[in-house]
């Protein structure tokens, strides 16, 4: 054991020890009548929380790398990922907030009045959730097989016993609070070191201000070498290609189940607006720092490390190269590391650029912490989504009502461990970067959750078989269009598996809108309660007329 | 409760979602449209990065952010104007919640 395993697993086990400990304490002041004396989640505390549920391993450790290998076509993740916060606040969270229900699949099936529509959703529900867990559990691998220097399989394994037990423990309560603690660590884990390389390459502290420069020396290089230039748009795939995927995140952001949920911790359709505004000035923040880190990397990889003889290569390379996650390999056996010769992964581009910019086996250590926030914070949303799809919305409502408290608690206890483990199997060949992987559940939400809430909340004559229509025509033509591309090599105007949401939440709003159409309209009470949105917490529509209240119903 | 005319109901409906629209059509300029025409815009350098990849590293994100305050400033002033009360209390259990 060197001393870098042991900073490493001490920061880990530190902040491990520091979210047990917030969830204990608010556990506690929870018995003695938390709710009771009203005080809800502060719209900027819930904007950190939201933070950190969204912020996935896929954010912290595989955006910068995509980003860093595909060049301005990856900034379709950073588009794509912070527009959806226009769409879920503009459009939906207020809303769903006033419509008050637990669950994402459970305002479904009240809103459309149809079992068959919540059971859908449910379903739904727990296939997003389960392909987003398998990019986190593939995450956590690439973070534990550096830190034991192992192969990322093992890594994996490891990860799935810790994020098993963790969401099972930490997913009961307090965990608003912690995933506070989350953010805070995450963020600065992934500013000091993209702070730090900015001041070596540049002398300015402000890596969004000054990596302007280097971005423009990378031009220079680029044009050298005569490789793909790093800014050139399009070069790695259609201009409709990025459309596609940028359409499809911020479509599946807004339907994603884990994150509306925190959007019902809230008290008021105002406190809804403000949460989402703080959110993303919080995810704003590592989103972007990501495109800095991506040049700065680039930079040093093609100017330090590329021309270096081979048997004279950094130390960082060999502990990544253990992993199976970098290849260098002198392959015209000149004795020098040509830049085409350096294989590296995308998702490996974050965790090795401390050592890449050699700062220092605390800042390693911090990545390593961070990073675990990242991928622990998200799998914990994702697990609860699921357990509570399948506790709440399918076991209870659908096959046990008459289900104890306790039985219910078991079956979404179970239902964590076990996805869990099923997820890991999978992400231990992982069928994707983690990047790749976490499009594909967005692919399937904008499919499913998007076109759904959007029209349950905007149009009224919306009902339950056109809902039902929508979300299986959406999931069918996502994942029909997902594995054509990827395994059938089908596509159209160049648009690949990741840009899959585009086709799927068109075919689900016309199929929403013509099976509703053609059949009953919903019921007067039901497109009254729709009417009853546009207006915010404190008015109420009623048969046709508007109520305010004024202070005088005591 | 006190009764709201039909029409002031109604207005302010119409107010939020212009506004709304307003914000999500600034919102696809400075993305989907940035991106359409990104070849275009490379030639323009602005801060050391050709524009396109300026919009989509920085840009762009700013502008979500400063859309998202702006909607939940203006949107707090537009419910005081209709005389809405925000209560200091509202339990997270207000909202018609059903028994777990």
């Known amino acids: 054991m060197d001393s870098q395993f042991l900073v490493s697993f001490g920061l880990i086990l530190a902040t491990f020890g520091l979210y047990i400990g917030i969830a204990l304490f608010n556990k506690a002041k929870q018995t003695s009548d938390f709710y009771v004396a009203g005080r809800s989640v502060p719209a900027v505390f819930n904007g950190m929380a939201i933070g950190a549920d969204w912020m996935s391993a896929a954010s912290f450790i595989g955006m910068a790398g995509t980003i860093m290998i595909m060049g301005?076509?990856?900034?379709?993740?950073?588009?794509?990922?912070?527009?959806?916060?226009?769409?879920?606040?503009?459009?939906?969270?207020?809303?769903?907030?006033?419509?008050?229900?637990?669950?994402?699949?459970?305002?479904?099936?009240?809103?459309?009045?149809?079992?068959?529509?919540?059971?859908?959703?449910?379903?739904?529900?727990?296939?997003?959730?389960?392909?987003?867990?398998?990019?986190?559990?593939?995450?956590?691998?690439?973070?534990?097989?550096?830190?034991?220097?192992?192969?990322?399989?093992?890594?994996?394994?490891?990860?799935?016993?810790?994020?098993?037990?963790?969401?099972?423990?930490?997913?009961?309560?307090?965990?608003?609070?912690?995933?506070?603690?989350?953010?805070?660590?995450?963020?600065?884990?992934?500013?000091?070191?993209?702070?730090?390389?900015?001041?070596?390459?540049?002398?300015?502290?402000?890596?969004?201000?000054?990596?302007?420069?280097?971005?423009?020396?990378?031009?220079?290089?680029?044009?050298?070498?005569?490789?793909?230039?790093?800014?050139?748009?399009?070069?790695?795939?259609?201009?409709?290609?990025?459309?596609?995927?940028?359409?499809?995140?911020?479509?599946g952001t807004a339907g994603l189940p884990h994150v509306i949920v925190r959007f019902y911790t809230v008290?008021?359709?105002?406190?809804?607006?403000?949460?989402?505004?703080?959110?993303?000035?919080?995810?704003?923040l590592l989103y972007l720092s990501a495109p800095a880190y991506a040049a700065f990397s680039r930079f040093i990889l093609m100017d330090q490390v590329a021309g270096s003889a081979i048997n004279n290569l950094p130390a960082w390379?060999?502990?990544?190269?253990?992993?199976?996650?970098?290849?260098?390999?002198?392959?015209?056996?000149?004795?020098?590391?040509?830049?085409?010769?350096?294989?590296?992964?995308k998702d490996i581009v974050v965790m090795a650029t401390p050592e890449i910019a050699n700062l220092?086996?605390?800042?390693?250590?911090?990545?390593?912490?961070?990073?675990?926030?990242?991928?622990?914070?998200?799998?914990?949303?994702?697990?609860?989504?699921?357990?509570?799809?399948?506790?709440?919305?399918?076991?209870?409502?659908s096959i046990n009502p008459n289900a104890s408290e306790a039985r219910r608690l078991a079956v979404g206890?179970?239902?964590?461990?076990?996805?869990?483990?099923?997820?890991?199997?999978?992400?231990?060949?992982?069928?994707?970067?983690?990047?790749?992987?976490?499009?594909?559940?967005?692919?399937?939400?904008?499919?499913?959750?998007?076109?759904?809430?959007?029209?349950?909340v905007w149009w009224k004559r919306s009902n339950g078989p056109g809902v039902i229509a929508g979300m299986v025509t959406g999931l069918s033509v996502s994942l029909a269009y997902i594995f054509a591309a990827k395994y059938g090599g089908f596509t159209i105007l160049g648009i690949v598996d990741t840009g899959a949401g585009v086709f799927g939440a068109t075919a689900a709003i016309i199929a929403n809108i013509v099976v509703s159409l053609l059949t009953k309209e919903p019921t007067q009470k039901v497109q009254d309660e729709v009417i009853d949105l546009r207006y915010p917490e404190e008015m109420t529509y009623k048969d046709g007329e508007v109520w305010i209240k004024d202070g005088t119903e005591g | 409760m006190k009764k709201v005319e039909k029409k002031v109901a109604d207005d302010y409906f119409k107010l939020r979602t212009t506004l709304i629209i307003i914000y999500l059509a600034v919102g696809v300029c400075v993305s989907y449209l940035v991106v359409f025409f990104a070849r275009d815009l490379s030639s323009i350098t602005f801060n050391g990065f050709p524009l396109h990849y300026y919009m989509g590293a920085q840009g762009a994100v700013l502008t979500f952010i400063i859309l998202l305050f702006v909607n939940a400033f203006v949107s707090d002033k537009i419910d005081q104007k209709f005389g809405i009360r925000t209560e200091e209390k509202t339990s997270i259990s207000s909202g018609k919640t059903l028994d777990q």
Do not use: C
């Open chain 1, 267 to 284: 008290a008021t359709m105002k406190a809804a607006r403000w949460s989402g505004a703080w959110a993303l000035l919080f995810i704003g």
């Open chain 1, 72 to 251: 301005y076509d990856g900034l379709a993740y950073i588009m794509g990922w912070t527009g959806g916060y226009l769409l879920l606040t503009f459009l939906l969270a207020p809303q769903l907030r006033k419509y008050g229900r637990y669950t994402v699949p459970e305002f479904i099936g009240d809103r459309y009045q149809s079992n068959a529509a919540r059971l859908i959703a449910a379903v739904a529900t727990i296939i997003i959730s389960f392909t987003y867990s398998i990019g986190q559990l593939s995450g956590s691998g690439v973070v534990i097989g550096r830190l034991l220097e192992v192969d990322v399989a093992i890594g994996t394994m490891v990860g799935v016993v810790l994020i098993a037990f963790y969401s099972a423990l930490g997913g009961m309560k307090g965990i608003t609070w912690t995933q506070v603690a989350q953010y805070l660590v995450l963020i600065i884990a992934y500013l000091i070191p993209v702070i730090f390389m900015s001041l070596q390459l540049t002398s300015n502290p402000m890596p969004w201000l000054s990596y302007g420069q280097i971005v423009g020396e990378l031009q220079e290089l680029d044009q050298q070498l005569g490789i793909t230039e790093y800014v050139v748009p399009f070069t790695e795939a259609t201009k409709w290609q990025f459309l596609a995927l940028m359409f499809t995140l911020m479509a």
């Open chain 1, 413 to 456: 206890r179970w239902s964590i461990v076990i996805a869990t483990v099923v997820a890991g199997l999978v992400a231990l060949n992982p069928p994707g970067a983690i990047t790749q992987i976490v499009a594909w559940a967005f692919a399937l939400a904008s499919g499913t959750f998007f076109p759904a809430l959007l029209l349950g």
């Open chain 1, 317 to 345: 390379t060999t502990a990544w190269v253990d992993t199976g996650q970098l290849s260098v390999a002198d392959q015209n056996g000149d004795g020098v590391l040509q830049w085409a010769e350096i294989v590296i992964s």
């Open chain 1, 360 to 397: 220092g086996i605390f800042v390693i250590g911090l990545m390593a912490a961070g990073a675990m926030a990242a991928a622990l914070s998200t799998a914990g949303g994702l697990m609860i989504s699921i357990s509570a799809a399948l506790s709440h919305d399918i076991y209870y409502r």
